[in-house]
């Protein structure tokens, strides 16, 4: 796993397998808080501060190794999870971190509920293809679930959430404002095709896209699900190619043309799924 600060407050932690891209959030505060509170601690400078983890890694040894990670950056210990979408590889959070709850967007929690252990399933899965062994099997515990549009706490600071439908028919996108930093979720990546999985749409896809791109403009660094990190400029050319992508798709389906870069065998699988789909 190769870890990265984007800021003084933001570090992304990248899984050796399907480059998993797991985000810690420091949010620092500047007054006393509340006794009792889990993950609120003061800082030498007198300052409160708390952290979030958003997304996963995905090996065992990846998910052992986060808490680790937060001690060697000097963040407080973890309050929160939170999930951009409800795909397995996204939830793994739990593993490393098994006493806090999972928040996520309403309709994630509603996927989630309506398709009782099928992350797990999934999971269980791949794993049984990699040979991968775990301690003990994923749980989702309790999960929040948190209204898109809206803001969530951390610390004194505020993160965005914003709505992230296409890629699946639940999800979330995370506007780390004072960093300036967007977690995109399963959006945005240059090593992936745009995909459309449980319930996913292309108009939906286009809307969130939309919805983006004022976020990308006002993004110093963008942290797509899947892949290497992006500055502005080649997020917005990523943009700009799922969009035409997507529209090349819902009017010629199978022939629709493959951004430059996206076309491997694995990507030309991805796109024979969503032309089957559409």
């Not at 899965?125 to 803001?151: K, M, Y």
Request: proline share 6%; net charge negative.
């Amino acid at each position: 796993m190769r870890a990265i600060a984007l800021h003084a407050d933001v570090i992304v932690a990248t899984s050796a397998v399907l480059q998993a891209n797991c985000v810690l959030v420091r949010g620092r505060a500047l007054q006393s808080a509340p006794q009792g509170v889990l993950g609120v601690i003061e800082s030498s400078g007198g300052a409160l501060s708390e952290t979030f983890v958003i997304d996963s890694p995905v090996l065992p040894e990846e998910l052992a190794s986060l808490p680790a990670l937060v001690g060697q950056a000097r963040y407080p210990e973890p309050s929160g999870l939170l999930a951009t979408h409800g795909d397995w590889d996204h939830l793994l959070g739990r593993l490393a971190f098994p006493q806090l709850a999972l928040g996520c967007a309403q309709s994630t929690a509603e996927r989630l509920a309506r398709s009782p252990g099928q992350a797990q399933r999934e999971l269980r899965a791949f794993d049984e293809d990699l040979l991968i062994e775990r301690e003990r099997p994923l749980t989702l515990g309790s999960v929040q679930a948190l209204p898109v549009p809206g803001r969530c706490e951390v610390g004194a600071r505020e993160i965005e959430l914003h709505r992230a439908e296409g890629h699946t028919d639940d999800g979330m996108a995370v506007m780390v404002g004072w960093a300036g930093v967007l977690v995109a979720g399963d959006y945005l990546s240059a090593v992936e095709l745009p995909s459309l999985g449980d319930g996913g749409s292309i108009d939906a896809y286009l809307e969130t896209l939309e919805r983006l791109r004022p976020l990308v403009g006002a993004a110093q660094h963008i942290v797509p699900g899947h892949g290497p990190l992006l500055d502005g400029d080649l997020a917005r050319r990523v943009l700009d190619e799922d969009t035409l992508y997507l529209s090349s798709l819902r009017e010629h389906g199978a022939d629709a043309k493959l951004p430059d870069g996206r076309r491997s065998a694995a990507q030309r699988r991805v796109h024979a799924a969503n032309a089957a789909s559409v």
